[in-house]
């Protein structure tokens, strides 16, 4: 079983184990990364679509940046910052909780789910471990799968399901931009992943901060090989970085923002027109660590992910082989893979068995 890192600092730990330390190639201080505070990630004011110029301009600013970076971060969303505080309120609380009541929600307890409190990927003693502590709860409409009992404290549950609702009608809104950006009805994207029967998770992730931050990563580079679109609340300490023309840039926390990156679900559906970038987590030294929500829009277990024919053509290929959603998702987890690169598999030219 993972060690979870708030308990090594509850234990006294002031060196990094083993475990945690990554390859130098991979330490931040060893990668390029982007200090010039000009080069921001996109912000879109979503409250600009009152008439038909304005919705034209948030369509545009959201494609853009949706091609280019791969991520945005959207204001006057929908969701209300008085849900954003209290889901953060309850995740900081939950993570306040003793050792020992954490472990009552561990990955595992819950048969056939990835949910629970954990770090998922590190059953393999290969895997180095992310300086973070997770827990994985559902969003909307899992039926199945839900946690043995209401998360503690008392109300959390209801919190994250309330969010979850709010979040699944801001991937509708978001995917009906994206529709548009393509030249096709609002529900195009929507439809093609199961409509009002897709399902989400949501990952709430606590950093502490690290005694020796040079030697771990709080969340290694990877790509989010399950998601059509993730929503990413953080707090307001930074951490979330992406690659862009092979530097990282630091995604700077906006008060009420949600951030927004495109899955490789997205990438295939839309045939490569939307893309799904590397991102990462540097560790952090701040007394009270980092927290940061993500919620994963995932289509429904039946749907057949590949290339929408209407973006296709002759002078436009399938870039992608058509997969199942469910096998998609057996073979990403039974890889262990959270690096990048795992839609490569999928790519038409690829060699790789496909299961």
């Not at 998601?227 to 951490?239: A, C, D």
Request: with cysteine.
């Amino acid at each position: 079983m993972e060690q979870m890192v708030q308990h090594l600092l509850e234990n006294g730990l002031t060196a990094v184990p083993k475990r945690f330390i990554q390859p130098p190639e991979k330490r931040v201080s060893q990668t390029p990364r982007k200090v010039d505070e000009g080069l921001q990630l996109p912000l879109v004011d979503l409250s600009g679509m009152e008439d038909d110029q304005g919705r034209r301009h948030v369509v545009s600013e959201i494609s853009r940046a949706c091609t280019e970076w791969g991520f945005v971060q959207v204001l006057n969303h929908g969701v209300s910052e008085e849900l954003l505080q209290a889901t953060m309120d309850y995740a900081w609380r939950f993570f306040a909780l003793p050792a020992d009541e954490k472990e009552e929600y561990r990955v595992g307890k819950i048969v056939g789910s990835g949910h629970g409190y954990g770090r998922l990927f590190e059953n393999d003693e290969r895997v180095i471990a992310d300086w973070n502590d997770g827990l994985a709860v559902p969003s909307y409409n899992r039926i199945v799968d839900k946690l043995p009992k209401l998360i503690r404290p008392p109300g959390f549950q209801e919190v994250v399901d309330e969010y979850g609702r709010a979040l699944q009608q801001l991937h509708r809104k978001i995917l009906g931009l994206l529709s548009e950006a393509v030249g096709q009805p609002s529900e195009f994207f929507y439809s093609k992943i199961g409509g009002d029967k897709a399902i989400g998770d949501t990952s709430f992730k606590f950093y502490p901060p690290c005694p020796e931050p040079e030697l771990v990563l709080g969340l290694s580079a990877h790509e989010d090989g399950g998601s059509v679109l993730t929503f990413v609340q953080q707090s307001e300490v930074p951490g979330l970085e992406v690659l862009k023309d092979g530097e990282w840039v630091v995604v700077q926390p906006v008060p009420h923002a949600i951030v927004v990156n495109v899955g490789d679900i997205l990438q295939m559906i839309s045939n490569g027109r939307f893309r799904s970038v590397q991102h990462r987590v540097f560790p952090t030294q701040a007394p009270a660590g980092r927290l940061s929500i993500a919620t994963f829009n995932k289509p429904t277990p039946d749907t057949i992910v590949q290339p929408a024919p209407e973006l296709c053509s002759k002078t436009q290929p399938p870039l992608y082989r058509p997969v199942k959603f469910l096998d998609c998702q057996i073979e990403f987890f039974a890889r262990k893979n959270l690096g990048p690169g795992f839609i490569k598999r999928y790519e038409m030219n690829s060699t790789d068995i496909i299961p």
